[in-house]
């Protein structure tokens, strides 16, 4: 199909001008992020002025109404600049599509309305401690009290958690169900009685995004904030997933752009034995390779946001290849592209190191991409493939 091979000039536009923003405003504060593993307030401030903080919202609930491949233009070009100022449009689509996708129709006015007026993030918390991979394994209890609920637990590994305003959170309603039918989804908010927030993980990478365990002692919401019917929560997680894969895909893509451009400059002006190391056919392969990859790791991601926009029944093993393929160029492109620096490459003075170790968290969250692949190997087997 067509779409797959040329965006149109709306999307252009949009990549024109996220790409003119970050230039302005992330990318001058990328490496001080890091280095001070501080929240990019900048970029945050820029991206909501903008409307580019939560691109997916629909227009009927104040968003900007973006489609799957504006939105993943928009994470890939922030992500191009600053991986951790990218995890503010990605977690607030990660956070809020289960509302989305399965909330009432009261729920998405009140949250997707919220998040689309800038009154505060949404993260998405589903991993524990002794359930990673393993969601299914989950400890976080929600027991019904008349009206209300009543949820107690914690909740591991969650991007911007004490950062963002709102949580969606998937716990346990029937422990002998567990998923099928046993997790249900409610919404947090951050100001509830008995939530709270453990201290910052110090990561190797997206230095910048805060990752923290966040707490639920006796924490006690109206049922109005349940996310879909009871038992069905698993089940949006999973869908969920499916989509906002291809968002890390996206992130993936952007982080091994910004390295490619930034090892093509400094190939072409670094000298050595009179001429720039950019005349030499080792380093030109190098380069080459680099660039073919990150533009087969684009159109996979780009023709699963199609399949994402359209609710294909083969976005699952597009979603995970995307995400899969993307992250594991990702972080080749970005260690070829500290070689290409050489020594200087390996300093904190360059941007490709802190690329580098960004680049890493891709093939790991949303799922490994060990679990990526038995997810591809199970969709083939069941004969669910494109027809393309």
């Not at 993936?252 to 093509?264: E, K, T």
């Amino acid at each position: 199909m067509t779409d797959f091979y040329a965006l149109s000039d709306e999307h252009q536009a949009i990549r024109e001008a996220v790409r003119a923003l970050c230039e302005a405003k992330v990318a001058p504060y990328a490496a001080a992020v890091d280095e001070e593993a501080r929240y990019p307030q900048e970029a945050a401030d820029a991206l909501l002025a903008a409307d580019f903080h939560a691109p997916h919202v629909p227009e009927q609930y104040g968003g900007a109404g973006a489609d799957a491949l504006a939105t993943v233009i928009v994470i890939e070009e922030v992500a191009r600049a600053c991986v951790s100022s990218s995890l503010i449009p990605a977690v607030n689509k990660l956070g809020s599509l289960p509302v989305q996708i399965s909330g009432s129709e009261e729920l998405k006015a009140k949250y997707l309305g919220k998040l689309a007026a800038g009154e505060g993030g949404f993260s998405y918390c589903l991993s524990e401690p002794d359930a990673g991979s393993d969601a299914g394994g989950m400890k976080t209890r929600a027991v019904r009290d008349g009206d209300e609920w009543v949820i107690d637990g914690v909740k591991r590994w969650i991007t911007n958690a004490g950062e963002s305003e709102f949580y969606t959170v998937m716990a346990v309603t029937d422990p002998a169900l567990k998923t099928r039918g046993g997790i249900s989804a409610f919404v947090v908010e951050k100001s509830d009685e008995g939530v709270s927030f453990g201290a910052p993980e110090k990561k190797l990478g997206i230095k910048g995004s805060p990752t923290r365990e966040v707490y639920f002692d006796e924490v006690r919401i109206s049922d109005d904030r349940r996310i879909g019917d009871v038992g069905t929560g698993f089940v949006t997680a999973m869908k969920t997933l499916d989509h906002t894969r291809v968002t890390i895909a996206a992130q993936a893509v952007g982080v091994a752009q910004g390295a490619l451009d930034y090892a093509l400059g400094y190939a072409k002006e670094r000298q050595q034995f009179g001429k720039s190391i950019a005349e030499f056919q080792g380093l030109q392969f190098m380069l080459a390779d680099m660039g073919m990859k990150i533009e087969a790791a684009r159109q996979l991601t780009y023709a699963a946001a199609g399949r994402s926009e359209r609710g294909d029944k083969d976005l699952t093993f597009f979603g995970a290849a995307a995400k899969c393929f993307a992250s594991d160029v990702a972080m080749q492109v970005t260690v070829d592209a500290v070689q290409v620096l050489g020594g200087y490459g390996y300093t904190r003075d360059y941007p490709v190191e802190r690329m580098m170790r960004d680049a890493k968290i891709t093939q790991i969250y949303e799922g490994t991409n060990q679990v990526q692949r038995i997810v591809m190997a199970r969709q083939l087997l069941a004969g669910i493939q494109s027809d393309l």
